[in-house]
């Protein structure tokens, strides 16, 4: 929930009575010292935090954080470089490590200078497979689209650029060639592997290139029609183009590289 909506809750439970608001988490919460925790996840910042917990103590509510502590933090594993060697298997953090206790305690520092509430609800749940993972190799496995993720990352990392400057002219350029070229590429591509697959294998398993591709075209599809709508003046901003890029993150799969959020609870 956006901060609105969360106050329009409050609203809705104060009326029936109710004095206490758990806001649940996984990452979507800004924590100190952890700048990947949440990263392009659309997490509270510490001041909509505050705001939401300054709302429901005027309308007479407790908001206390629902935090989770060792696993359901399946997301956090996407950004490699950042926790990987702290994740024991699954979801689920390396108990032990001086790495992990950092994490926590930067968790609990921040929490206490976002809520009013002295109570937190600690989340320890469904850690099925603690203890029996192993450390994975660093640098993994290596996908097959290298070609059609260089060619992704270079047209958005100049969609941001246009934006971040406020050059629309620019912008619409970006939009309506760039990204047809490269959806006209990705298609063609497509076409291209289609026919060497179905020559060379069964045709088990091309459905899943089909998702993967398909994907990619739709993502592009859907970018190209919200910069053109924000160049036209029908948006007022694209807030995903104005979140800080960090740096020095390395990604090694289609699961990890394809999105930020959840696909699946296994990553």
């Known amino acids: 929930m956006n901060v609105p909506t969360v106050k329009r809750f409050c609203d809705i439970i104060a009326k029936m009575g109710y004095n206490t608001l758990m806001l649940y988490t996984e990452d979507t919460y800004e924590v100190d010292n952890q700048p990947y925790f949440g990263y392009l996840r659309g997490r509270y910042s510490k001041e909509e935090i505050k705001e939401i917990d300054a709302y429901c103590i005027s309308k007479g509510i407790e908001l206390i954080p629902c935090i989770q502590t060792l696993a359901h933090l399946n997301c956090i594993f996407k950004w490699w470089d950042a926790y990987e060697d702290i994740r024991d298997c699954d979801d689920i953090l390396l108990i032990g490590e001086e790495k992990t206790d950092k994490l926590i305690d930067d968790m609990f520092s921040t929490i206490s200078?976002?809520?009013?509430?002295?109570?937190?609800?600690i989340g320890m749940d469904e850690?099925?497979?603690?203890?029996?993972?192993?450390?994975?190799?660093?640098?993994?496995?290596?996908?097959?689209?290298?070609?059609?993720?260089g060619h992704l990352h270079k047209v958005c990392e100049n969609t941001r650029k246009a934006y971040l400057s406020g050059d629309k002219k620019k912008l619409l350029e970006i939009a309506e060639k760039d990204y047809t070229t490269a959806m006209e590429r990705i298609k063609n591509f497509h076409k291209?592997?289609?026919?060497?697959?179905?020559?060379?294998?069964?045709?088990?398993?091309?459905?899943?290139?089909?998702?993967?591709?398909?994907?990619?075209?739709?993502?592009?599809?859907?970018?190209?029609?919200?910069?053109?709508?924000?160049?036209?003046?029908?948006?007022?901003?694209?807030?995903?183009?104005?979140?800080?890029r960090l740096e020095g993150n390395t990604h090694t799969t289609w699961a990890r590289t394809v999105t930020p959020n959840v696909i699946s609870h296994v990553v």
């Open 113 to 121: 200078q976002c809520f009013t509430s002295k109570r937190i609800h």
């Open 127 to 149: 850690a099925y497979r603690v203890g029996i993972g192993k450390y994975l190799a660093k640098h993994g496995y290596q996908e097959r689209f290298d070609i059609i993720n």
């Open 192 to 244: 291209v592997y289609q026919n060497w697959w179905m020559s060379e294998n069964k045709p088990h398993g091309f459905d899943m290139q089909d998702i993967r591709i398909g994907g990619a075209l739709q993502r592009l599809e859907s970018c190209k029609e919200r910069i053109i709508s924000y160049c036209k003046g029908e948006l007022d901003g694209i807030p995903e183009l104005e979140e800080q």
